[in-house]
C-alpha cells in the first residue's frame, strides 16, 4: 500500500497522532483501571485521549451538530491508509475504516446537504500502530471514554458528513448498543454489560451528565424521544 498521510483535510483522525509513549502505553492499559476503579486513572480520561471535532455529549449537540444518527451494527474492517513515524517505540500509525450494518435511522438533519445513508455505511474509527521492534505486532489505537467499534457490535452513532466520510461528532458520539440496550457490548475495546460501562463512566467522567449516561440500560424508544426533544427545542430557539 501507498504511503498515506492520516492528518491531511481529507483524512480526519479520530486519535491525535504523535503522542509520548508513556501516554500510549497508559491508553492500552486503561480498561482495567476503569473496571477496578483504580485512582490513579482519575487523571486520565477513560480509556484514552480525547479528540471531538464537534460537541458530542448532550441530544441538543447531537441535533444541532450531527447529520444523521444511525443504529449499525459493524461487520468488518480494513486497513485503509497509513502513516509513517520517524522515532518512537511505533513504526506507524494505521487508519481504520469499520463498515457498519444501518439497522435504523432515528434522525436526519434537515439543515444542511448530506449523501443519503444506505444500508452500509463506511466509518473511520481508531485503528492500530505498529511496534518498531518487530515490525509488526499491532497496539489498538484507543479515544477517551469511548467505543473503538469492532465486528460483533452493535452502536448508536452520531456522524457528520465530512471531507466525502461519515465522521463521529467525537467521542460522546459513539455508544454502545447491544441487544438494542444503551450501555452494553463494546466499550474501551472490551465487552462491558451495562453495570460496567456505568462504572467506567461514573470513574472517568463525573461529571459527566451526556446522553449516553441519561439512557443507560434503554432501548431506542427513549432515544429517539430525546432527539425529538431537542429538535423541538431548537426549533423554538
Request: negative net charge; glycine residues 10%; proline residues 6%.
Amino acid at each position: 500500500m501507498p504511503r498515506d498521510d492520516l492528518t491531511s483535510p481529507r483524512r480526519p483522525l479520530l486519535v491525535a497522532p504523535g503522542r509520548p509513549v508513556v501516554a500510549v502505553l497508559a491508553a492500552v492499559g486503561v480498561v482495567a483501571g476503569v473496571l477496578t476503579g483504580r485512582p490513579a486513572f482519575d487523571t486520565v480520561n477513560g480509556c484514552g485521549f480525547p479528540v471531538d471535532r464537534y460537541p458530542s455529549a448532550t441530544a441538543r449537540d447531537w441535533v444541532d451538530h450531527a447529520d444523521v444518527v444511525i443504529v449499525g451494527r459493524a461487520v468488518r474492517e480494513r486497513e485503509s491508509g497509513r502513516r509513517e513515524l520517524a522515532a518512537g517505540a511505533y513504526l506507524y500509525q494505521l487508519e481504520r475504516t469499520v463498515e457498519l450494518t444501518r439497522e435504523s435511522l432515528p434522525f436526519t438533519s434537515p439543515a444542511r446537504s448530506h449523501p443519503n445513508v444506505g444500508a452500509a455505511v463506511d466509518y473511520i474509527a481508531p485503528g492500530w500502530k505498529i511496534l518498531r521492534s518487530d515490525g509488526s505486532t499491532r497496539v489498538d489505537d484507543l479515544v477517551g471514554d469511548a467505543p473503538r467499534v469492532v465486528p460483533g457490535h452493535t452502536y448508536i452513532l452520531a456522524l457528520r458528513w465530512q471531507d466525502d466520510r461519515w465522521v463521529a461528532l467525537g467521542e460522546g458520539a459513539v455508544v454502545p448498543f447491544d441487544d438494542q440496550v444503551v450501555g452494553r457490548g463494546e466499550w474501551c475495546g472490551d465487552v462491558l454489560d451495562t453495570d460496567g460501562f456505568a462504572e467506567g463512566e461514573r470513574i472517568s467522567r463525573r461529571d459527566d451528565h451526556s446522553l449516553e449516561k441519561a439512557l443507560i440500560g434503554r432501548g431506542e424508544d427513549a432515544l429517539t424521544r430525546e432527539l425529538d426533544r431537542a429538535a423541538r427545542q431548537k426549533s423554538s430557539d
